[in-house]
């Protein structure tokens, strides 16, 4: 969400950004929103004139009063005539005044759903293109590999270890449910467990968030489109259940003054996820990798704007040292402007190599999003010098299983059915090194 003084004083170049998104549709909106903008400073203004101007004939009429009391019969008639006609001033300036008032208030919820739509300003970095097509690999950690033995879905892995139940799931809950059971249910937590640890030694603090948010809440952290298509509202409430807990740990700093030296916010916050997932999807999303609830850990930032790009290069690059650490290979992606939802300034993919598929997937998304969040959730930093400023969020996916558990199973399956776990993960299996297939 932009400012409106910005959009005020450089409309061409909030244009422009909106041409480099692709969103030509949303050009009108900018002058739309320039005229209701001089239109509600106008009524403002007037409305001013006229609380002032009703004041000035009050205090007028009260002397009128004390005369009136005191003249003569001759002299009461003018009196009268004064005190009337500045009571018909005032009336007529009151409502006068009403209808501005209720014209701002009309200019304001219009002004207000405007911002909400204009995206904000991206990255000079951002590559332009006008989808995730046009998004540019920028590096490429470990070398992905593909074994000499055919590698079955990851459903089918998981059931040769009874540790996934689809046809379950679809009767109790509908489709985009599962069941994960035994050291398929493990392995999941135990990758949970792990990450959640290493954010930790990176500093972070854990935290575990509500898992539903107001209304108000929702509009402040997400753009407006996806909103419809992801959430899940509670019937008769005002509340939503949360798609990731970036929602909820921003929110946590609504209408907050924070203080400087507490900056920056580390965060990292373990939650379900839910989500709608509207829309048909290939053959690759089967199983578990496109679903309505799953778990995942995730990391916030609250910073100084002049740190906000630092944290974004750290961020990412703890997601790919994550994957690494669990032998994954992975690469960058970096996204491009038609491909930016609209409250972010830059942003990537950290993409899994799939040995099956021989090709990488996406498995993190880490996103600088500026001061739009703050601005949005009414977010304030006190600085040192007293002034009030708005601080940068930034977000990314830890590790979001069970879509990440496709990776891993992919990549340590080996040729006899059984997978292979990692030193750093055999801690969280109880020591377990090879999990052995059931069928």
């Not at 005229?35 to 009524?43: S, T």
């Not at 919820?109 to 000079?124: C, K, M």
């Not at 992905?144 to 679809?170: C, K, L, S």
């Not at 910073?303 to 997601?319: F, I, L, Q, T």
Request: glycine share 6%.
């Amino acid at each position: 969400m932009l400012d409106i003084k910005f959009i005020r004083e450089n409309p061409e170049i909030v244009k422009e950004n909106i041409r480099k998104k692709f969103q030509d549709a949303k050009l009108p909106l900018v002058d739309e929103l320039l005229e209701l903008d001089a239109k509600n400073r106008a009524a403002i203004t007037e409305a001013s004139d006229l609380r002032a101007q009703r004041n000035q004939l009050s205090k007028a009429n009260g002397p009128l009063f004390g005369k009136l009391k005191k003249a003569s019969e001759e002299e009461k008639a003018a009196i009268q005539a004064q005190i009337d006609e500045n009571m018909a001033k005032v009336k007529a300036s009151d409502e006068r005044r009403e209808a501005l008032e209720r014209s701002e208030e009309e200019c304001a919820a219009r002004i207000h759903q405007i911002l909400l739509q204009i995206p904000n300003i991206i990255d000079p970095s951002v590559p332009i293109g006008p989808d995730d097509s046009a998004n540019v690999e920028v590096q490429r950690f470990g070398e992905p590999a593909v074994p000499e033995f055919p590698i079955p879905y990851h459903t089918e892995i998981m059931e040769r270890f009874d540790g996934v139940d689809m046809d379950a799931a679809g009767r109790v809950s509908g489709n985009g449910f599962y069941y994960l059971m035994g050291d398929i249910a493990r392995l999941h937590s135990a990758v949970l467990a792990y990450a959640r640890d290493f954010m930790i030694n990176k500093g972070f603090i854990y935290c575990i968030p509500p898992f539903m948010i107001h209304g108000n809440v929702v509009e402040g952290v997400m753009s407006q489109t996806d909103m419809e298509a992801m959430m899940y509202k509670i019937e008769g409430e005002d509340l939503y259940l949360i798609g990731t807990s970036e929602h909820s740990m921003i929110g946590k700093f609504i209408d907050q003054i924070i203080p400087e030296e507490s900056l920056p916010q580390t965060l990292t916050s373990y939650s379900p996820c839910f989500r709608k997932e509207k829309g048909a999807h290939g053959i690759e999303e089967r199983g578990v990798y496109r679903i309505h609830q799953f778990e995942k850990q995730e990391m916030i930032v609250v910073c100084r704007p002049e740190d906000s790009m630092a944290w974004y290069e750290k961020m990412w690059r703890y997601s790919v040292e994550l994957f690494r650490s669990m032998e994954i290979p992975v690469r960058q992606l970096e996204c491009c402007s038609g491909d930016l939802a609209d409250l972010k300034v830059k942003s990537c993919d950290i993409e899994a190599w799939s040995p099956r598929q021989q090709k990488y997937f996406e498995v993190c998304s880490c996103s600088n999003l500026g001061d739009a969040q703050a601005r949005r959730l009414k977010m304030r930093v006190k600085g040192a010098d007293g002034k009030m400023y708005l601080p940068h969020t930034l977000n990314n996916t830890v590790v979001a299983p069970p879509r990440m558990l496709i990776a891993f199973l992919e990549n340590h399956l080996q040729a006899d059915g059984s997978v292979t776990i990692p030193e750093v993960l055999q801690p969280y299996m109880g020591g377990t090194k090879v999990l052995i297939p059931h069928k």
